[in-house]
């Protein structure tokens, strides 16, 4: 049985009212601070990538689809897309993949334990970011995001190439058994709303998918979590400059509206944990808040249980 099929009840209450620390292993790249966010172990600029370039233990991911990677990529980046780490033993798409999976696919990438990883896309970190959280849940800290992906990379004129990397197969496991802080599954939610009044429940999506106006691809039903608030992912990337991630005065303006309480617990979600990957990661590593999951299975699998209560404001559109 996939482990993400156990309720996780007893562990989110615990972590939603201990908030027990963790301890991070120290990483090979020095990241300087930047803008004063609360953290930026995960966080590497292109310049520091520049600088970094040929280290052994450094392996960059470029998380984008196969034609994006063949027309240019950053020089000696793998490729790894979201079906690469899907599972699919689900009636519903976008679940993450099983630990195993992961670990079959890192060997086949030539991927070692001690690598530290530098994911970028061109969307914003949206798609690196959910990399980033879905190694987490198996005690892999070693990641870091390529602040402004693709497009930083090439305007501070790194090297691009067309030919793809090839890597001699690895032995790659993970070493550590612990649960992530950062997950949760459909059960433990819905424990959660009937029994903690200060939960938040976070959508991320679009205005439209929230209304229930916008019914995507993959969801059996349209409109929102009943009781839930809306911060679309784009607030928090700068796509009018540089697709990094917006200053923290920004921020916090984006995000005042979940109070300055930073114990304050939340469940965020999307269509399938990916954009909502990506407010997980400013909220916990960039702003410092400390109870903050991210719902796997998201509208999709929620939308897909029938007896899931639902929330719509808008006549559905239904888009393929």
């Known amino acids: 049985m996939n482990w993400k099929n156990s309720p996780l009840i007893f562990i989110c209450i615990l972590f939603f009212c201990c908030n027990e620390k963790t301890e991070v292993k120290e990483e090979p790249i020095t990241s300087q601070p930047k803008d004063s966010y609360y953290r930026t172990?995960?966080?590497?600029?292109?310049?520091?990538?520049?600088s970094s370039m040929g280290r052994p233990h450094i392996k960059i991911i470029d998380f984008r689809k196969e034609k994006g990677y063949?027309?240019?990529?950053?020089?000696?980046?793998?490729?790894?897309?979201?079906k690469d780490i899907e599972e699919t033993s689900y009636p519903y798409s976008g679940m993450m993949a099983s630990k195993n999976k992961m670990e079959l696919l890192f060997q086949r990438l030539g991927i070692k334990d001690r690598d530290t990883l530098v994911v970028y896309d061109d969307r914003g970190s949206c798609e690196a970011a959910r990399f980033w959280w879905l190694l987490g849940n198996y005690g892999f800290d070693s990641v870091k995001i390529l602040n402004g992906g693709?497009?930083?990379?090439?305007?501070?004129?790194g090297s691009i190439s067309t030919q793809p990397?090839?890597?001699?197969?690895?032995?790659f496991t993970f070493k550590n058994e612990s649960w992530s802080q950062l997950f949760i599954d459909k059960d433990s939610l819905r424990y959660l709303r009937a029994t903690q009044d200060r939960l938040i429940v976070l959508d991320t999506r679009t205005e439209n998918e929230f209304s229930g106006k916008r019914q995507k691809r993959?969801?059996?039903?349209?409109g929102r979590i009943?009781?839930?608030?809306l911060i679309d992912?784009?607030?928090?990337?700068d796509f009018d400059n540089n697709g990094k991630f917006k200053s923290l005065k920004e921020l916090k303006e984006v995000y005042a509206t979940l109070g300055s309480d930073k114990n304050q617990p939340i469940v965020v979600y999307c269509h399938s944990g990916v954009r909502s990957a990506h407010t997980t990661f400013v909220l916990t590593e960039l702003l410092g808040y400390k109870n903050v999951r991210n719902y796997d299975g998201s509208w999709t699998e929620w939308s897909y249980m029938e007896h899931f209560p639902v929330e719509t404001d808008s006549t559905t559109i239904l888009f393929k």
């Open 41 to 50: 172990d995960h966080i590497i600029e292109a310049q520091e990538l520049a």
């Open 70 to 82: 063949n027309d240019g990529h950053i020089d000696g980046a793998l490729n790894i897309w979201r």
């Open 150 to 157: 693709l497009d930083a990379w090439k305007e501070a004129g």
């Open 165 to 171: 990397t090839i890597q001699e197969a690895s032995s």
């Open 218 to 222: 993959g969801a059996v039903r349209a």
């Open 226 to 229: 009943p009781g839930s608030v």
């Open 233 to 237: 992912w784009v607030e928090a990337a």
